[in-house]
């Protein structure tokens, strides 16, 4: 079997993210499923750029083929838009070129942003095989909350166009969230038959460390990983630690980069916290290394309604692999954490619920514990991206099978 994935942000661990389809076709590879992604030369939230002299490039990674689509750089909200319409359009006249040479089993539109939808149904009909649109985020709706855009806007009017598109035509829907099949349900009456829960997880490249020898005296250090951007919203852990200044046997250590790196690190200056550190960016194969560090871990987002469809923040299955208690900011009704018994969640916006949060860890280590073993056990059954791939390889040889007895 051999499959075109077209995302805008088709990352790896030698670009950044986004590596749901690297860890996917890693672990499908060893299943008989070649894979190929087709992604845009720039991405925001890469860290290396691929060369392309050309107007595209092909690059082989760890057995995963990589089409390198030549796009704009950007650094404001106009030259992303067009960012997105240049590899979108690129992606539509280009790639049908190398469907019919490659001969591909299936075609997947995966977001973030929907507009690779056309280009992906078009390759599709080219070769005569399941079209299948996957969805990380629900845009419209998440931009809008985010930006506060009416409907009327016309980036949200066209990103609806192509949303509304890719439901009506996809032979199926695939998700990394559970309840985004009730918001396609509600808004296109998507029939539960084709809409496919597959999360998202995590593929660790060595093993953690699951009993650490923690030395009693050292403190109690609760952990963040992953971007710093006002949506994660890292001020609220700013603020916990001002609640538990006092409390020298507490210390908050987070780990990225981002465009509010700056702000935050002033921010807690400002309080004048010395019980909270900052290391910037660290590779993907140093996150494992950096969670071994922490006692907990904290994963926040803003209140948004998308949020209530489901949520799926890579940091949380890699929080659950280390086996470590999480502490949780935010509302949705399927919440992983509670679902694993791995940690607390509290409302978004609270640091002194969240600075008691994490105090009774810190003073119920059995608890704590607990909690990150009932976490890793609940990522050892729906979270290793190798099953993750399995229940993938069983939809595609299902749509496949389907078609060729049409």
């Not at 088709?10 to 894979?35: F, I």
């Not at 997947?108 to 996957?134: D, K």
């Not at 930006?147 to 980036?155: K, L, T, V």
């Not at 810190?362 to 607990?370: C, F, G, S, T, V």
Request: charged share 20%.
């Amino acid at each position: 079997m051999k499959i075109l994935i077209i995302s805008h942000g088709g990352g790896s661990p030698y670009h950044g993210p986004n590596m749901r389809w690297y860890y996917l076709g890693t672990a499908l590879k060893s299943m008989g499923v070649d894979v190929s992604i087709a992604s845009s030369s720039y991405f925001h939230k890469f860290f290396n750029f691929p060369e392309v002299n050309s107007s595209y490039s092909v690059e082989e990674i760890d057995g995963i083929e990589y089409v390198w689509l030549k796009t704009n750089k950007y650094s404001g909200r106009m030259s992303q838009i067009i960012n997105q319409a240049w590899f979108s359009l690129k992606s539509f006249f280009l790639l049908p070129q190398l469907a019919r040479k490659e001969k591909y089993d299936a075609v997947i539109a995966s977001s973030p942003h929907p507009f690779v939808v056309f280009a992906a149904r078009r390759c599709a009909n080219v070769l005569g095989v399941p079209f299948i649109y996957e969805v990380r985020d629900l845009w419209p709706l998440v931009i809008q909350e985010l930006s506060g855009a009416s409907d009327s806007h016309p980036y949200i009017r066209l990103v609806s166009f192509a949303e509304r598109y890719a439901v009506r035509n996809a032979n199926a829907i695939v998700s990394v969230k559970p309840g985004d099949g009730k918001y396609f349900g509600e808004r296109y009456g998507v029939s539960e038959s084709r809409f496919h829960y597959i999360p998202n997880g995590f593929l660790p490249s060595r093993n953690v460390q699951l009993e650490k020898n923690r030395d009693q005296n050292a403190p109690f250090v609760i952990g963040y990983v992953g971007a710093l951007s006002s949506y994660y919203c890292i001020d609220n852990l700013i603020g916990a630690a001002r609640v538990l200044k006092d409390h020298q046997d507490v210390h908050f250590r987070i780990v990225g980069g981002g465009e509010d790196l700056g702000k935050l690190k002033n921010l807690a200056f400002q309080y004048g916290l010395e019980n909270i550190s900052f290391t910037g960016k660290v590779s993907k194969d140093k996150v494992v290394e950096e969670l071994e560090r922490f006692d907990a871990c904290y994963v926040g987002l803003k209140e948004v309604k998308a949020n209530l469809y489901g949520i799926s923040c890579n940091k949380i299955f890699e929080y659950m692999y280390a086996a470590k208690p999480i502490v949780a900011s935010y509302i949705t009704n399927y919440d992983p954490v509670q679902m694993a018994g791995c940690g607390v969640t509290i409302r978004s916006g609270t640091p002194e619920q969240l600075g008691e949060a994490i105090l009774n860890l810190k003073e119920n280590p059995e608890l704590a514990r607990d909690m990150g073993k009932k976490g890793r056990e609940f990522f050892d059954q729906n979270h290793d991206f190798k099953l993750i791939a399995g229940r993938y390889n069983e939809l595609l040889s299902s749509l496949i099978s389907r078609r060729n007895n049409a």
